[in-house]
């Protein structure tokens, strides 16, 4: 009998998103806070509207992945070939958002725009891919907008058979046909001539592997405007929180009579009673609101916690943008880093002494805290840079070398820090008539953008 050693491969080789988000390396703790407050939510699910556009495409494409001998998602290369036929869509919604909103479509999420902006711009020469690199257009997958909503399609009740995710149940059929009617003119995917370019079985089997090019024959018209286009089917500005037409669709979903919707009615709505003026103050309501629930009381603590750590960690990145390595001790001499040390020291002073509840991932922060005993610029400094290398998430900002800080990757001054989905849940209660507006202490708060710094879905 072989004794010899063996590879055994558990997870299939697929290249991991890295991005520079999660710097303190509590996003997972910061999610369990999340999950007390917006569950069933993420950063990226804020726009009511995209939901309503991704049924639409789940239905279509789930019509041409049937015909194409697709039984089941039950595999991760059913899965696959499932995407395959959607992804094409999704992204000729982008294209026609860039298309139609010429003069704004920047202000809406629109999931790689940067590459298929130029590409609808030359005039669609390369269809293949929308401009996009071979390893980009795979990863789209996470990256794009349905990565970015599965969540809500499995977890929100009516919307996918079993929550799978990808078979279309009765209410994301309602939401598809009423965006059907919506469209107008470019309503439904066109017919072609031959028959390679019908909606048939054999035209199905035979264009795998080409999805996007048969998508393009089959949907001419899916950047032609249509009536009161921009209000009925395009996804909305992301300063816009006005009520959605397709609101009575929405809001069953959203805030329906489950748990999960119940809580987050229940959430938004203390958000709009609050007088509260920016994102602390709306922890400290919440905690107060709802102080029989453990998790939500600790709130505000971590949120500081976090915020003090964020603040010092943007206080070294704004010092790097200046020059490419920089002495930790004319950082430290900075008329800004008392300050900005003193509240870290003070905040994580408060947590030790505060947070003794048992919750998934408390440990991370506990750890955080108790790496600054001192206020001392110098030693503050130092031990968050080492914390931060030694424990932070995804990309490293700045390493510190023989007292200099260096960069480990492009400066951004201005981090989105750790929040808990409180903007993403009050836009999608604006949008469903839920809030008569959006609560001022989140407005021009987008935590939308946390999206991109700390990448990954929730599936």
């Not at 998602?73 to 999704?90: C, G, H, I, K, M």
């Not at 003119?185 to 080409?210: C, F, H």
């Not at 709306?282 to 629930?293: G, M, S």
Request: net charge positive; glycine share 8%; charged share 25%.
């Amino acid at each position: 009998m072989d004794f010899g050693p063996r590879y055994l491969f558990t997870a299939p080789w697929e290249p991991v998103l890295v991005r520079r988000g999660d710097a303190l390396g509590l996003r997972a703790l910061a999610d369990q806070f999340a999950d007390a407050v917006a569950p069933q939510l993420s950063n990226r699910v804020n726009d009511g509207r995209w939901v309503t556009i991704l049924a639409w495409c789940l239905v279509r494409s789930h019509e041409v992945f049937r015909a194409s001998g697709g039984l089941g998602v039950l595999t991760r290369a059913e899965a696959s070939s499932r995407y395959a036929w959607l992804r094409p869509l999704e992204l000729m919604w982008v294209a026609r958002t860039i298309g139609l909103a010429r003069e704004d479509w920047q202000e809406r999420s629109l999931a790689g725009q940067r590459r298929i902006s130029p590409w609808y711009k030359d005039g669609k020469v390369f269809t293949h891919r929308f401009g996009m690199t071979e390893d980009q257009f795979r990863s789209y997958r996470q990256t794009g907008m349905y990565g970015g909503y599965r969540l809500a399609f499995r977890k929100w009740s009516g919307l996918t058979l079993r929550g799978d995710g990808w078979t279309p149940a009765l209410k994301t059929v309602e939401l598809a046909n009423w965006l059907g009617k919506k469209l107008g003119v470019a309503a439904q995917p066109l017919q072609g001539e031959g028959e390679e370019d019908s909606v048939s079985r054999r035209s199905a089997k035979l264009n795998r592997g080409n999805e996007d090019q048969w998508w393009f024959r089959q949907w001419e018209a899916f950047d032609h405007k249509g009536k009161s286009f921009d209000e009925n089917t395009l996804p909305r500005r992301k300063t816009d929180y006005s009520v959605l037409p397709e609101a009575h669709l929405l809001k069953p979903l959203i805030f329906g009579r489950d748990t999960p919707g119940i809580l987050r009615l229940e959430v938004a709505k203390e958000i709009a009673k609050s007088r509260a003026t920016n994102h602390a103050e709306i922890c400290e309501h919440l905690a107060r609101a709802f102080d029989k629930r453990p998790t939500v009381t600790l709130l505000p603590c971590f949120s500081r916690l976090a915020d003090a750590g964020m603040a010092a960690m943007d206080l070294v990145a704004e010092a790097l943008s200046k020059d490419s390595r920089v002495a930790l001790a004319d950082i430290a001499a900075l008329p800004v880093t008392k300050r900005v040390c003193a509240e870290l020291a003070a905040a994580a002073k408060e947590w030790t002494k505060r947070a003794e509840m048992q919750l998934r991932h408390i440990d991370t922060a506990h750890r955080f805290a108790s790496s600054f005993p001192s206020a001392q610029p110098m030693k503050c400094l130092s031990s968050l840079i080492d914390y931060h290398e030694r424990y932070g998430g995804g990309l490293r900002w700045f390493v510190l070398r023989n007292g200099r800080v260096e960069p480990r990757t492009p400066s951004r001054i201005g981090s989105s820090g750790y929040r808990f989905r409180l903007w993403s849940l009050c836009r999608l209660a604006a949008q469903c008539g839920v809030l008569h507006n959006m609560p001022a202490a989140l407005r021009g708060n987008n935590e939308a953008e946390l999206a991109e710094g700390f990448g990954g879905t929730d599936d």
